[in-house]
């Protein structure tokens, strides 16, 4: 059983930064690890993702300039440092963990949290 529990969202302004953090609890052990969005009246899409070392990394284009994604072993934790954020950005982020075979390609992966809302006003 995964357990994900997500935090540090919240509202900011337009051009501001948020850092979000997921920490993974369970059979997690050499699982990647990933971030997913999901706006209003909007589909799913991929954010950002990294592998299990940390050592690889994959980003949205829209994305890949602003955020970076970051994990710390140790604590099995993975975090998404989002900047220059903008009112598209708003939505209802969700860690995932997974394989990075798909997670590499952006895919969805097998484990999902409850997801943490983000918004930013203009």
């Known amino acids: 059983q995964v357990q994900l529990v997500e935090s540090g969202g919240g509202l900011v302004q337009a051009g501001g930064s948020l850092r979000l953090s997921c920490a993974a609890s369970g059979r997690t052990l050499s699982y990647a690890m990933g971030w997913f969005r999901q706006a209003p009246g909007k589909e799913r899409e991929f954010v950002a993702s990294i592998s299990w070392s940390g050592s690889s990394t994959n980003y949205a284009d829209s994305v890949k300039d602003r955020f970076t994604i970051s994990r710390d072993g140790a604590k099995n934790t993975v975090y998404l440092q989002m900047n220059s954020l903008n009112p598209e950005d708003t939505a209802v982020y969700y860690c995932?963990?997974?394989?990075?075979?798909?997670?590499?390609?952006?895919?969805?992966?097998?484990?999902w949290g409850q997801g943490i809302q983000v918004t930013v006003s203009s």
């Open positions: 995932t963990v997974g394989d990075w075979a798909s997670l590499r390609l952006g895919l969805p992966p097998r484990y």
